[in-house]
């Protein structure tokens, strides 16, 4: 299996399902933070996993990820798996979020300390 067909079938499938799920709840602000958090995970992972990759820390069997598909040290699936896992992420969140509400807040209750 090429990594290409992995993210289709392990990554694309489900942000679609969840996308399709949560339509009506998606907003604006949700748009806004899964862009920021791709960013960040971006910028966060890439100088590591390139220095990883040059090291010789990460290999890519050329069957998994072909020696044509490299950006830099990884290939452009490598890239595409950050802003894929992040989507996926924040679209479960948008899932979840209405179950991981407190109970007081979703009966428009108070406070209910402790």
Partial sequence: ??????????LAVPIVLLLVLV??????????ACALVCALAFVYTSPWDNHA?????WTFDPAFAPPSHFVLYLPWEEYAFYFAQGILMCLLLV??????????????????GL
Avoid: Q, V, W
């Fill in 1 to 10: 299996m090429t990594y290409a067909r992995f993210l289709l079938i392990f």
């Fill in 23 to 32: 339509r009506r709840r998606l907003r604006g602000r949700h748009l806004g």
């Fill in 95 to 112: 899932a979840l979020a209405p179950r991981l509400r407190p109970r007081s807040e979703e009966k428009g209750g108070g406070g209910g």
């Fill in 53 to 57: 990759a040059k090291m010789g820390l």
